[in-house]
């Protein structure tokens, strides 16, 4: 088995968009309506949103490989801090999603080494992301990496207000 991470291009954007939609689908559509997910990909989360995403200067997407077999991606965004770290050097974390036939084979640890040394690159003193108060799987993952949640913040998912955690990592 060979884990390899690349760099995105715009070229990858609709392989990025199918891998977006598929695997928060597959994460999430066993704690949430159907008219609730339904909403939210159709509106919150299409695919002409998501292709526009790979192409936009503060955000840098990494696809991980098993073999020659696409098994995630991440999304880091250089663009803003929550008001609740204050005017720290931090990079978000906006997605790392690992296809559900790759989860426990190493894909979220490759990505996640690699967030971690485009942070040092660029300087940034933390890391965050936002995670579902209610997706233990990915708090655990999140906790073994040494993130602390520092804050909350609110979600819509179609109509349903729901919770995210915010946790953060010192570099």
């Known amino acids: 088995m060979a884990l390899v991470i690349r760099e995105a291009t715009t070229e990858d954007a609709p392989l990025?968009?199918?891998?977006?939609?598929?695997?928060?689908y597959e994460t999430f559509v066993a704690y949430n309506t159907k008219e609730d997910m339904d909403k939210f990909l159709?509106?919150?989360f299409t695919k002409g949103k998501l292709i526009m995403e790979v192409g936009a200067k503060e955000n840098t997407?990494?696809?991980a490989y098993n073999d020659s077999e696409i098994a995630g991606y991440v999304k880091i965004r250089d663009e803003r801090v929550p008001l609740s770290m204050g005017?720290?050097?931090?990079?978000?974390?906006?997605?790392?999603?690992?296809?559900?036939?790759?989860?426990?084979?190493?894909?979220?640890?490759l990505l996640m080494q690699s967030c971690i040394g485009i942070a040092n690159q660029r300087k940034k003193e933390w890391l965050w992301l936002g995670v579902w108060e209610k997706n233990?799987?990915?708090?655990?993952?999140y906790t073994k990496w040494g993130f602390e949640k520092f804050d909350e913040t609110d979600f819509l998912l179609g109509?349903?207000?729901q919770k995210d955690w915010l946790m953060k990592k010192k570099i």
């Open 159 to 161: 109509d349903d207000l």
């Open 16 to 24: 990025i968009a199918d891998i977006s939609h598929q695997t928060f």
């Open 87 to 109: 005017s720290v050097a931090a990079l978000e974390i906006a997605r790392i999603y690992a296809l559900s036939s790759q989860i426990g084979k190493g894909i979220g640890s």
């Open 61 to 63: 997407f990494l696809l």
């Open 42 to 44: 159709s509106q919150q």
């Open 136 to 141: 233990q799987r990915a708090i655990d993952f």
